[in-house]
């Protein structure tokens, strides 16, 4: 059995995600989210917020089970949040950390427990880390996020490293996956025009089609993990996967 763990199944990529993988009759997803919209045989769903990191830490110890003679075993942090689309200096105070919650505090959680838990297992394992390409580039508006995916790619570099030294069968990677059109896109949108000077370009990606659909991101990123070996960068964009 193949078994995966995939973060923020409810909607956009990480549904898209749970989906494919699940065409696969030898795998068993496990969706974690505030919301659960998949219903199917092999998907079971944890409600957990990941920005709460107190009921996070008292719980995750219910994503992992013993798992007997798996063939591959994934971890997928897809969840994510932008967070308030405003300057530092205009923001609520809590914001950034909120985002560093969601998109940095809660996936190291999960790498470690999941390192942790199957480090017995010889099967081939997997981590990927949704990225994104506002974490190699200021955006304004985007402080806490392009922060936060910042810090994704080094825990995910660093973490290879780690792996790498021990010689275990784990692959990091930290993927950028385009520009999406889910509800993050919209989110986006949406933002005041003095708060984000992109706005436009943003408005006119959506106006021209030109926003890529789950679907395919999801197929791509099922391409990488079962090829994994064949790629050997950890962090890198999407249209790399052929
Ligand atoms: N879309 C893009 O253009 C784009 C570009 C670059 C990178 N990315 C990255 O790709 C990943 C997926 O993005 P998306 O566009 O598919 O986003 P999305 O459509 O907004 O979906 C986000 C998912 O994350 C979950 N999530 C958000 N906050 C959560 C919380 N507090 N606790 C638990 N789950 C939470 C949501 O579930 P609930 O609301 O049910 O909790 C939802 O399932 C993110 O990491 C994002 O940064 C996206």
Redesign the pocket.
């Known amino acids: 059995m193949n078994y995966y763990f995939i ?10 995600l749970a989906e494919a993988a699940l065409e696969d009759q030898n795998t068993i997803v496990t969706g ?6 998949i219903t199917h045989e092999r998907y079971h769903h944890l409600h ?5 990191i107190t009921a996070l830490r008292n719980n995750i110890h219910k994503v992992y089970p013993e798992l007997r003679e798996p063939d591959k075993i994934v971890l997928i ?6 967070g308030e689309v405003s300057y530092i200096g205009s923001q609520s105070t809590d914001n950034v950390e ?1 985002v560093f ?3 940095v505090v ?1 996936p190291a959680m999960f790498m470690d427990t999941f390192l942790s838990a199957y480090h017995h297992h010889n099967c081939p394992k997997i981590i990927i880390n ?5 974490g190699k580039r200021p955006v304004d508006g985007w402080a806490a ?1 392009c922060a936060s ?1 910042a810090a994704l790619d080094m825990l995910s570099l660093t973490c290879q490293k780690e792996q790498d030294l021990q010689k275990t069968n784990v692959k990091v990677f930290a993927l ?10 919209t ?2 949108r949406e933002a005041e025009a003095d708060q984000f000077s992109e706005i436009e370009k943003f408005q006119k990606l959506k106006e021209e089609n030109a ?2 659909q ?1 679907d395919k991101v999801a197929a791509k990123i099922m391409t990488l993990v079962n090829e994994a070996d064949s790629f050997n960068e950890v962090v890198f964009r999407i249209d790399l996967i052929k």
């Open positions: 973060t923020g199944t409810s909607k956009g990529i990480g549904k898209a974690i989210s505030r919301n659960v919209s957990l917020d990941l920005s709460d942090n897809n969840a994510g949040v932008v909120f919650d969601v998109n809660a949704m990225s994104s390409g506002a996020y995916k950028s996956p385009g520009v999406v059109d889910t509800a993050m896109q989110h986006i926003l890529e789950p």
